[in-house]
């Protein structure tokens, strides 16, 4: 079941910052997962050790759009749920790789 769980990176300045100071990655995750599940999956799909995962559940927000005439509409957003895991000290995902060959390939280019 590890390789059916969709990890999706979660590409941000914050996320991007913690993996290069703590060798912590960020995804966004299924609700009905666990931690034991999200380490797994991360373990055969990229073939790395995993030490840790920390899950934190954010609520969707409430939105309201101005239909007209006086009137709103009230929506609800997604709520996401998180996993911060880390990695055994070594290990990298090519998750961010990309970025850093942009940087360097500019400096370079310069």
Same mark, same amino acid.
């Given at each position: 079941?590890?390789?059916?769980?969709?990890? +999706?990176?979660? !590409?941000?300045?914050?996320?991007?910052?913690?993996?290069?100071?703590?060798?912590?990655?960020?995804?966004?995750?299924?609700?009905?997962?666990? +931690?034991?599940? !999200?380490?797994?999956?991360?373990?055969? $799909?990229?073939?790395?050790? !995993?030490?840790?995962?920390?899950?934190?559940?954010?609520?969707? #927000? %409430?939105?309201?759009?101005?239909?007209?005439?006086?009137?709103? @509409? $009230?929506? $609800?957003?997604?709520?996401?749920? #998180?996993?911060?895991? %880390?990695?055994? &000290?070594?290990? #990298?995902?090519?998750?961010?790789? @990309? !970025?850093?060959? &942009?940087?360097?390939?500019? +400096?370079?280019?310069?």
């Amino acid at each position: 079941m590890s390789k059916n769980i969709v990890l +999706k990176p979660r !590409v941000s300045e914050k996320g991007y910052a913690i993996s290069a100071l703590n060798n912590t990655y960020v995804f966004d995750i299924p609700t009905g997962v666990n +931690k034991h599940s !999200v380490a797994n999956a991360v373990a055969a $799909q990229y073939g790395v050790g !995993v030490t840790n995962v920390r899950i934190a559940n954010i609520p969707g #927000k %409430t939105k309201r759009t101005f239909r007209g005439r006086g009137k709103f @509409a $009230q929506g $609800q957003r997604s709520d996401v749920r #998180k996993a911060y895991v %880390t990695l055994k &000290e070594g290990d #990298k995902l090519p998750i961010f790789d @990309a !970025v850093e060959q &942009e940087v360097k390939a500019e +400096k370079g280019g310069e």
